[in-house]
């Protein structure tokens, strides 16, 4: 035992420490105890070790790790020191100082159980029930995470190195609000407020023909998606006949009348509205034209059934000698018109067809008999 005592004593002599004439310092530096004697494997809290002799300590170990000395005791009585990082169990604590190695005091590691996520904010709050939204979920002890949505997981999660933002995609979902629910090893939080799934608005590839007659009735064709239960205007008017396909991709009608020009079209849904791209132009309506007129005679009487045909007659009205015709009716292309002469005078005159594309008079008029 001398020997060892010896080897652990300065080879010089008791009277030639600092400060002292032997009696100052102990024999050989001690340590008495560690305040706190345990801490988290992470390390970074600070350990006070009461001790004597412990002036000039150069180095103190944890489990032979080196611990960071913080303050010193200039009576040898104590050092402060922050603990290093070390697994969890028990391990001694040993100091350095000019005059050898103290003994040892224990001090043990602890587990901490690590902390359940916490959430702050979910950006953005609301999205498309297609999914494929991007999200941002902001709070702590998110490493490790996953995320669903009304029990779905969510695609693409990534987590900063700090534990603080977590990034991803949502997945498809059913309208309304549901649950967000952020999962780690340590526990489970569900995100205040939820999320809230929205139809998407309709979507518009094509309307055909992008261009009509300003008087309307020009049939036309919208293809997309979430067309269901769709109306269009044109120009703030609604068109007529409007009729969607099982599937919401393809919408017919027929264009109201409208003013020259280009003008939006709208197409809106119980989900909301999109405007189609380019709008619709009317263009002036054509001027009819006639082809025959039979019979070409009739008692001045009038009320003599006739019939038209020719090419763009939707509209039209026909006078004899500038008297209208009574029970005209006009086919669905516009090319054949029906009615009732009106009475007139003995001999030919002048039959007029008019439109809101114009009027042509019919060649060879209309003879009274």
Excluded: C, K
């Excluded at 205040?192 to 309709?202: D, I, K, L, S, V």
Aim: proline letters at 10%.
């Amino acid at each position: 035992m001398s020997a060892v005592i010896q080897q652990q004593e300065s080879p010089q002599s008791p009277g030639s420490w600092p400060g002292g004439d032997g009696g100052d310092w102990p024999r050989y530096p001690r340590l008495y105890e560690a305040i706190p004697d345990s801490g988290p494997t992470s390390g970074g809290n600070a350990v006070l070790l009461t001790g004597a002799g412990l002036q000039g300590t150069s180095q103190v170990t944890f489990g032979g790790i080196p611990a960071t000395i913080v303050a010193q005791d200039p009576s040898g009585g104590s050092v402060t020191v922050i603990a290093p990082p070390h697994a969890a169990g028990t391990v001694q604590i040993i100091a350095t100082t000019p005059r050898g190695n103290t003994n040892s005091v224990s001090y043990t590691y602890t587990v901490a159980p690590p902390s359940g996520p916490t959430v702050t904010a979910l950006v953005p709050t609301s999205g498309s029930t297609a999914g494929g939204t991007a999200f941002a979920i902001i709070g702590t002890n998110l490493t490790g995470a996953t995320v669903t949505f009304n029990g779905v997981p969510a695609t693409g999660v990534s987590i900063n190195s700090m534990g603080t933002v977590l990034t991803g995609v949502t997945p498809p979902g059913p309208a309304g609000n549901v649950p967000v629910v952020v999962t780690t090893p340590a526990g489970s939080t569900t995100v205040a407020g939820g999320y809230t799934y929205t139809a998407p608005p309709p979507v518009v590839t094509l309307l055909s023909p992008s261009s009509g007659s300003a008087a309307g009735g020009t049939a036309f064709v919208i293809t997309g998606s979430g067309l269901s239960g769709a109306v269009v205007t044109f120009n703030g008017v609604a068109a007529a006949g409007v009729s969607v396909n099982a599937s919401g991709t393809a919408l017919v009608g027929f264009t109201p009348a409208g003013v020259l020009g280009n003008v939006p079209v709208v197409v809106t849904t119980p989900t909301g509205s999109t405007t189609v791209a380019g709008g619709y132009t009317y263009t002036a309506p054509p001027l009819p034209v006639v082809t025959s007129l039979s019979p070409s005679s009739g008692s001045a009487a009038g009320g003599t059934a006739f019939v038209i045909t020719g090419s763009g007659l939707s509209g039209a009205v026909v006078t004899f000698n500038g008297v209208a015709a009574t029970g005209v009716s006009v086919n669905a292309s516009g090319t054949a018109l029906v009615g009732f002469t009106p009475a007139g005078v003995l001999g030919n005159v002048p039959v007029v067809v008019t439109t809101p594309g114009g009027s042509t008079t019919v060649a060879g008029g209309y003879t009274y008999v």
